[in-house]
């Protein structure tokens, strides 16, 4: 039905067009939008209309509005008075609405103002803040400073209170130390006073008296003089001269000491230039007006001192040019030391890399270097430490390790075994030897035993046969001798047996040289080993044997029978000298 | 330490003679002269009363003894025994005597310092000086004996009076600017004369032989000042010693302080040496100069003692005096320089020293305190300039 819907538009449009004219604009750009869109999107049309019906239906209950078209009237004729109380209660709606919204713009702009208003309020309550803070701040440093004030003021009065009590404290000792003083002097006073009335009521007075014995020389032997004139102007005079004795010596003083320090400080300004000339040829660039300046002055002042230097700086303006001059090059020491204080601050800090860097490279080379040879030594050590936990802990083989170990002394004990060897040989042969004069001496006594026994029947045949007529010279010189020696050894008969021991040795010629020797057991060893060498090389060993065993033989006697070999030699030693002499 | 046996003696009146041959010991009235080595008496003389004062003249040929309560000084001779000269002052009284230089006059002073008297032994002539001051140390006698510089006081004014001993002419008379005078002495070399004030103000002029003001020196206002003033033998030092327990030192050329020494109770310089003497009562003389501190040591008799370094800081004990009194027992009271003018023996009050004195070499100092007796030896390696 797009008449009834045209209708329906023209009927919405209308009322709406009655509205209060401030929200026209606001209402009719809503119309107008809603017309817009109304000329635009047609909603109903002639297929639709139920479902536009039903839709609007929809729409109408949703808003709480009763129905516009009820199924159940039957007639698809919409119900006009239904459908414009819809309308008037959709435009009564759409009033209250526009109301609510008039009403939400007022309110929106109240609150906007509302909030402007609050903006300006608070920057102007900050700024209020602020203003009141910053003179917070100022009155706090107002009061703070008035406190120091306050304090220093505080000290002050102390230390006026103390000024004031050390000048009490002056004060009372001077007054203490004045009346100190008056009581003398009152005292004093009051002596005088009782003097004065001693002295006016004491009629006789004592004089002042001297009683010397005799008059005493004086002291240098001569005589006083009056007082003159003369002598006044003399002692003027003296005074004078002592008094200008006195500043002569000053002055010379002074003057010795005067040149003395000029010498130390021409020395000085010498030293000076020294080291600033030197150091101005190093650093050339910096200083070049200076140095102009110092140059010029240099060449002033060498100049002026070649010239004065004999002279004495005696005048006043000498002494100041001399003064002046130190202070001058003074100054510019210290200002030259001070540029190199700076100089060396400043590339302390860092400025200058380069010279840092150098250094330090050279620094790090060496730093490398050194570790280096740290490492070397540590590898060495640890070389040196597994050889000898090798040595110690592991003997991998007995006979090489014996061996290993043994190595240096290889040699040494190669021979020093061969010369045990030896000597064990001889050992052995000593034994062997020993054992066999031990067998001699044994024989020996064996065989003395029974030589013993032979000579006493010898002798007893001698006896029984001894008669006074001589037979022959040899029986009889033997028998003579015999009875010569058994006459004198008669009484003692121990030496008996000794004679024809004598006889049968002489046979033996070696024996001999053991009966003519008594000999100490001392050179027992000596003889054998002379008599050995010569045995063996002269004789076959065994004949050394006897010798050597007689030798033993009489060794053995020796020391019991020393005494009577010894006695018997000796008587016997004419009478036997040609016998034995010829037996040897 | 050798001891001789005790000898009696009155009035601490025992002195050596100048030459050093006899020994004069006064006993109540009676004067004992004894040989110095062998200490046997050579001399007896009786003065007529007891003996307040006895001095050798500076030959050693004559002591005079002074009797101040019967006003008379009796004069004795060591060679002529029987020579006797007797100085009777009569009824204006005597205070003080003394030889002149020469040894030859004698100078009384009488009582209430109304005048001095000066007594010829040769001329049996008389003098008078008016108007004496009665100070701490009014008389100066030159080292050389030629000049006598006395105090005086006329109107309310302190004046110095240069006289030349020969014939005791007045060379000057001028006055000073000192408030109260408290004393005077020559220096050394006869030039210069140190004058300085009572205690009430620090004030030390030094005028010249001719009268000259050559310089004043104070170094402080309104506090107790001067206690004891001496030259250094060469003249060249002037040492103040003031009631502050320093020590001033003024040089002779600018007559400005060239150095200051402090007293203080605990020494704590690096420098000084402190020596303790065990288990006794030890006292502290300070030498300054010499950097060296050194204790009072044996008792006379007892020489059991031995002296360990104390390690510093070193706490002097001292007694501390009565401020209020007048002429309180503080402040440098005695100093002393050693004959080549190195050291300079300071005391403070305070500390239980009598007297010191230097030997004549310089070379040792010794100190009596009121038990002991201590002989220092100053190591003259370790002088520090």
Request: proline residues 4%.
């Amino acid at each position: 039905m797009p008449e009834s819907s045209l209708e329906v538009k023209d009927i919405q449009s209308s009322p709406a067009e009655c509205r209060t004219p401030p929200l026209r604009q606001f209402s009719q750009s809503s119309l107008a939008v809603h017309r817009n869109s109304y000329m635009f999107s047609t909603f109903c049309t002639e297929h639709n209309v139920q479902e536009c019906l039903s839709h609007i239906n929809q729409e109408v209950s949703s808003l709480g509005l009763p129905p516009v078209w009820t199924e159940s009237a039957g007639s698809s004729e919409l119900n006009v008075v239904a459908v414009l109380n819809c309308m008037y209660d959709l435009v009564q709606l759409h009033r209250r609405g526009v109301r609510n919204l008039e009403n939400m713009e007022v309110e929106q702009l109240r609150a906007s103002s509302n909030v402007d208003f609050l903006q300006l309020t608070s920057t102007r309550l900050k700024e209020q803040l602020e203003l009141s803070k910053r003179e917070n701040t100022g009155l706090l440093e107002k009061e703070r400073q008035l406190q120091q004030k306050v304090k220093s003021l505080q000290n002050c009065l102390k230390n006026e209170k103390e000024e004031v009590q050390k000048l009490q404290n002056i004060i009372a000792s001077r007054a203490s130390q004045y009346n100190h003083e008056m009581k003398r002097k009152e005292r004093e006073f009051n002596k005088l006073k009782e003097r004065l009335n001693q002295l006016l009521v004491d009629k006789k007075e004592k004089k002042q008296a001297i009683d010397v014995l005799n008059r005493i020389g004086r002291a240098d032997g001569k005589r006083s003089l009056w007082k003159t004139e003369k002598t006044e102007a003399r002692h003027e005079g003296e005074m004078y001269k002592t008094l200008l004795s006195d500043y002569d010596t000053r002055q010379r003083e002074l003057v010795l000491e005067n040149a003395e320090l000029r010498k130390v400080l021409q020395q000085m300004k010498k030293d000076i230039m020294s080291i600033l000339g030197s150091r101005k040829t190093t650093s050339k660039a910096d200083k070049h007006e200076d140095g102009c300046i110092q140059a010029d002055s240099e060449e002033e002042e060498e100049v002026f001192d070649s010239s004065k230097e004999s002279v004495e700086l005696y005048c006043v303006h000498a002494r100041e040019k001399l003064t002046n001059s130190i202070r001058l090059q003074w100054r510019r020491l210290k200002s030259h030391v001070e540029r190199l204080d700076s100089q060396a601050s400043v590339s302390q800090i860092g400025d200058s890399k380069n010279t840092d860097a150098v250094p330090r490279e050279i620094h790090m080379e060496e730093m490398d270097r050194l570790k280096l040879e740290i490492q070397q030594c540590k590898d060495f050590i640890q070389t040196q430490q597994q050889l000898l936990q090798q040595q110690l802990s592991s003997p991998c083989d007995e006979e090489t390790a014996s061996l290993l170990s043994d190595c240096y002394m290889l040699q040494e004990k190669d021979r020093l075994r061969e010369e045990w060897k030896t000597l064990e040989e001889q050992r052995k042969n000593f034994e062997r030897e020993r054992r066999n004069f031990t067998e001699a001496a044994i024989r020996l006594s064996h065989e003395r035993k029974a030589f013993e026994e032979d000579r006493a029947t010898w002798l007893k045949h001698q006896f029984l046969n001894l008669s006074p007529f001589s037979e022959s010279k040899k029986l009889m010189s033997k028998s003579k001798s015999a009875f010569l020696i058994s006459a004198e050894t008669e009484p003692s008969t121990a030496l008996t047996p000794e004679k024809p021991i004598t006889c049968p040795h002489e046979t033996v010629s070696p024996a001999h040289k053991c009966v003519r020797l008594a000999s100490p057991p001392a050179t027992e060893l000596r003889r054998t080993h002379c008599l050995a060498p010569d045995d063996s090389s002269t004789k076959p060993k065994t004949k050394s044997e006897p010798a050597e065993d007689s030798d033993v033989f009489c060794n053995r006697n020796a020391p019991g029978q020393n005494k009577r070999w010894n006695s018997s030699r000796e008587q016997s030693s004419r009478s036997f000298a040609w016998e034995e002499n010829s037996s040897i | 330490m050798n001891f001789s046996e005790v000898f009696k003696q009155s009035n601490q009146l025992c002195k050596v003679s100048p030459d050093g041959k006899y020994l004069a010991t006064c006993v109540q009235y009676r004067l004992v002269v004894r040989d110095v080595s062998t200490l046997q008496i050579l001399q007896l003389f009786t003065c007529l009363d007891q003996i307040s004062h006895m001095e050798w003249s500076s030959d050693s040929l004559f002591i005079l003894c002074a009797m101040y309560k019967r006003g008379l000084v009796q004069v004795w001779s060591l060679e002529q025994p029987d020579w006797h000269c007797k100085i009777d002052e009569g009824s204006i009284g005597l205070v003080s005597s003394r030889w002149s230089p020469d040894g030859r006059h004698v100078l009384n002073t009488t009582e209430f310092h109304l005048r001095i008297t000066v007594w010829s032994l040769c001329t049996k002539a008389v003098s008078y000086i008016k108007y004496p001051k009665a100070c701490q140390k009014g008389i100066d006698f030159s080292r050389d004996g030629c000049y006598m510089a006395l105090a005086e006081r006329r109107d309310c004014k302190d004046y110095v009076s240069v006289f030349v001993c020969d014939d005791w002419h007045l060379l000057r008379h001028f006055e000073t600017e000192t408030q109260d005078m408290g004393g005077l002495e020559w220096s050394p070399n006869g030039c210069v004369l140190a004058v300085w004030d009572s205690c009430l103000e620090y004030k030390v002029l030094l005028y010249s032989l001719d009268g000259r003001l050559l310089s004043t020196y104070s170094a402080y206002d309104w506090s107790l000042g001067v206690k004891s003033v001496t030259w250094s033998p060469s003249s060249q030092f002037l040492a103040i010693g003031s009631y502050d327990e320093k020590v001033r030192i003024l040089n002779h050329i600018t007559w400005k302080k060239i150095a200051q020494f402090d007293h203080p109770a605990t020494i704590n310089s690096s420098k000084a040496v402190v020596y303790k003497e065990v288990e006794k009562r030890p006292a502290v003389v300070n030498d300054d100069l010499s950097l060296h501190n050194i204790t009072i040591g044996a008792t006379l008799f007892n020489t059991q003692s031995k002296y360990e370094i104390c390690p510093l800081p070193v706490q002097i004990p001292v007694t501390k005096p009565d401020p209020d009194r007048a002429n309180p027992k503080i402040g440098v009271s005695t100093l002393a320089f050693s004959s080549d003018s190195r050291f300079l023996a300071t005391k403070n009050a305070g500390i239980q020293v009598q007297s010191l004195s230097w030997h004549c070499s310089g070379d040792s100092l010794v100190l009596l305190g009121k038990e002991q007796l201590c002989i220092c030896y100053m190591d003259t390696d370790q002088e520090d300039t």
